[in-house]
């Protein structure tokens, strides 16, 4: 089957929506799906668009690894089911940069929904070689890439996604961020965590609201969106136009429309994902993650998780499922 086929056959019972609508390239009051390293694939997005999401986001694509290889390009290709996709890119060197963005638009024509450049991933491997949130020590580069990236690819909306800054204590975003605006980014996200925080502690919102006085670009609040209700807070405390949701999604696309759903729904829902992920061609072992996500507060959870960190084929996944279902149900 294909994944239209899929999502057709099998999202209805998962409260899903099959049909997934185009990004209309609003912002306002919008949910969207993070990109997320490892995760987000083409199974992952088309689940959160079923969900409800607005818009969703590849893995972040190294611009070094399109230029000098074929593989990278697996993460920025959409399924065909996608209406649209929004390709994040890192690296440090803006002529990198501008032949990425130009080959990203080339190749993904109208379904390229804009480009955005990673300024806020903390992982070490990433920061060392002075991309990621290790941007955030140098506003002059990080404009240098925002203005490649325009050139490159001429008409397409070009955003960038920030941290309050590299260290604890000293945050950066707000001129930061309107470094990024005068470099013609059309919108900055904004996770309140400093970078050495990784994922600890909580994100601080203030952050956010205080890049929104900054700048006049849309701003897009990330960091703790665990629930559709935070997010929705997050949009009314912080003043930021849209929403961006990462780890909220685990096992949870419903996140994005704020519908609470049952036992069988989520099994569903799994099933349905692990049926995308074969349908698109992604390593199954993937849905060993998902298993743990999509059971998790069910009873006899931590079963069927090691139940599902076994099987290595659909059927395997799917037979874990119906076990689940026959339990649980």
């Not at 996500?293 to 499922?321: H, Q, T």
Request: contains cysteine; aromatic residues 6%.
């Amino acid at each position: 089957m294909t994944a239209a086929e899929v999502l057709a056959a099998h999202a209805p019972a998962a409260a899903l929506c099959p049909a997934l609508p185009a990004w209309d390239g609003e912002l306002a009051g919008r949910l969207l799906m993070a990109p997320m390293a490892g995760v987000s694939d083409a199974a992952y997005r088309l689940v959160a668009r079923a969900g409800g999401a607005a818009l969703a986001y590849s893995e972040m694509v190294s611009c070094a690894g399109l230029h000098y290889g074929e593989k990278s390009w697996e993460l920025v290709d959409p399924d065909p089911a996608e209406p649209d996709i929004a390709v994040q890119l890192f690296g440090s060197k803006p002529e990198l940069f501008r032949e990425s963005a130009e080959r990203v638009a080339a190749r993904l024509g109208e379904k390229l929904a804009l480009i955005d450049v990673n300024m806020a991933c903390p992982v070490p491997k990433v920061t060392k070689k002075g991309e990621g949130s290790a941007l955030l020590e140098n506003p002059e580069l990080a404009a240098k890439i925002v203005r490649a990236c325009r050139e490159g690819a001429p008409g397409v909306a070009v955003t960038v996604k920030i941290r309050r800054g590299r260290s604890m204590g000293q945050e950066v975003a707000p001129e930061f961020a309107r470094a990024m605006e005068d470099a013609g980014a059309v919108a900055v996200a904004v996770h309140g965590r400093f970078a050495t925080q990784m994922y600890h502690g909580e994100a601080d919102w203030g952050a956010v609201s205080r890049v929104v006085d900054a700048v006049s670009i849309p701003v897009i609040a990330s960091g703790d969106m665990l629930t559709h209700e935070a997010a929705l807070r997050a949009l009314a405390e912080t003043g930021a136009t849209a929403v961006m949701v990462a780890r909220g999604t685990y096992g949870n696309p419903w996140v994005f429309s704020g519908h609470e759903p049952s036992a069988a729904e989520k099994i569903a829902a799994f099933e349905c994902h692990v049926r995308l992920l074969e349908a698109t061609g992604a390593h199954l072992k993937r849905a060993r993650s998902l298993a743990g996500w999509y059971f998790k507060g069910m009873p006899d959870a931590a079963r069927w998780r090691n139940a599902a960190m076994s099987c290595v084929r659909a059927e395997e996944f799917l037979a874990v499922a119906a076990e689940v279902r026959a339990h649980v149900c």
